[in-house]
């Protein structure tokens, strides 16, 4: 009997371990237009519609093939998997000045503003390459909100 209760114990300990890991990531937009519903379904109504590709979005909660996301500005909806897609982007959070390398002493491109959405390419330890419009540099990776991992 204690086993049986031991083995319950750490299935249940390991699920909420599991469950809790898949919380809280971020992905990004799939298109220039998704909607974001009140519920996980189309059956209920739309209450905001996004019109960002990339956008990064942080996902709190799940039911089968819907997320729940809140956006930086704190919005939240339900949003179908199939408008969704792993990729790193992130939004500014403060200005800052992109790069031609991954250092302060580097040449600097431009200046970009705060809220500006960036793709990145590749990151090193605090900085990331990444292409905004045109330019492709380097920033900092010290006041963002989005995905780098």
């Known amino acids: 009997m204690r ?3 031991s083995i319950l114990f750490f299935a249940l300990y390991f699920t909420s371990i599991i469950s809790a890991n898949e919380k809280n990531y971020y992905l990004i937009l799939k298109n220039n237009e998704v909607n974001v519903r009140y519920g996980p379904g189309f059956d209920y109504p739309v209450k905001y519609v996004y019109k960002k590709k990339n956008l990064p979005v942080k996902i709190i909660d799940k039911s089968w093939e819907w997320k729940k996301i809140i956006d930086l500005k704190k919005n939240s909806g339900w949003i179908h998997d199939t408008q ?4 790193k982007s992130f939004i500014l959070l403060e200005d800052q000045i992109l790069f031609t390398n991954p250092t302060k002493y ?3 491109i431009i200046k970009i503003a705060k809220g500006r959405l960036l793709l990145v390419k590749k990151c090193k330890k605090e900085w990331c390459k990444v292409r905004t419009e045109n330019y492709f540099g380097w920033v900092k990776t ?3 909100w989005g995905n780098i991992k």
């Open 3 to 5: 086993i049986i209760f």
């Open 142 to 144: 010290n006041n963002i």
């Open 84 to 87: 969704l897609k792993k990729g």
């Open 106 to 108: 580097s040449k600097p």
